[in-house]
């Protein structure tokens, strides 16, 4: 009886898929995180009778067959991009980003990393970091003595100093763009790294070929929608329930099975 594997997949997937909504709705709160969605596709099929097969003499062919299907498999977990609201804070190393594109940041092992979270700092150098303390791409230091930061939509970065009437251009943040974004491998606190799949990254102005501004104080919410998430979540709950069914009335055909006598 091939109902009992069959639905034990459609129990896995839709675990699965409840897995992604929880870790959605854990992370409404994260700054700049696009929610997952679990994407499915079908297994293979026996095919006992295949279509197009002649079935008389006369050379008629089945128009349909027989194909029975063996079940569910998970296909993806995709990103859905969408821009977040953006929520004033006034802190001016906040920078939300307005349309596409990531910061790059270089991680302690050497790679480059990319993150749309834009709580930026300051090291005890004086260097932009992020939260994690990795060095945002290029490297802007911000001296001591400075009385402010501006960073324009552009993303050239400004300072002001007490003994001086005009500010100082310290440098210019970029963005960084790829042709598939929802290849790019996610590796936590916010941060992703290029894959083939995400292809290679090209690197410009706030503003320019396609990449989006960037606003000084303001942080980018995530893009999490609750009550789409929790019809999701009650949609894979009773997929479940009914997966779950199966493999008892199985059962049951089953118990019947071996009391005949």
């Known amino acids: 009886m091939k109902a009992l594997q069959i639905a034990a997949t459609g129990m896995a997937a839709q675990q699965m898929k409840v897995d992604v909504v929880s870790n959605n709705l854990a992370n409404m ?68 980003i307005d349309g596409n594109g990531y910061l790059e ?4 092992s050497g790679l480059t990393g990319y993150t749309r979270d834009g709580a930026l700092k300051r090291s005890a150098d004086g ?38 009437v005009e500010p100082e251009l310290l440098g210019q943040l970029t963005l960084s763009g790829f042709s598939n974004e929802k290849g790019l ?14 292809g290679a990254a090209f690197s410009g102005a706030p503003g320019l ?22 019809t999701e979540l009650i949609k894979a709950q009773r997929g479940y329930e009914l997966n779950a069914k199966v493999i008892t009335a199985a059962d049951q055909m089953l118990a019947a099975t071996t009391q005949v006598r």
């Not at 396609?210 to 929790?230: F, I, K, P, T």
């Open 29 to 96: 709160s994260t700054t700049g995180y696009n929610p997952r969605r679990a994407d499915f596709a079908d297994l293979t099929y026996q095919q006992m009778a295949r279509p197009g097969s002649v079935s008389a003499a006369d050379g008629s062919m089945l128009p349909t067959g027989i194909q029975i299907g063996l079940g569910v498999r998970p296909a993806s977990v995709s990103v859905v991009l969408g821009q977040g609201s953006l929520d004033a804070t006034g802190a001016d190393l906040d920078l939300a």
């Open 105 to 108: 940041v270089t991680l302690p």
């Open 127 to 164: 260097l932009i970091v992020t939260s994690d303390g990795f060095p945002v791409v290029p490297g802007i230091t911000i001296p001591t003595d400075a009385r402010g930061v501006t960073i324009s939509p552009a993303g050239e970065v400004w300072a002001d100093f007490a003994d001086r």
């Open 185 to 198: 491998e996610a590796m936590g606190s916010n941060l992703f790294l290029e894959s083939p799949a995400s």
């Open 209 to 230: 070929d396609g990449l989006g501004n960037l606003r000084q104080g303001y942080l980018e919410g995530s893009s999490v929608d609750a009550v789409r998430e929790v």
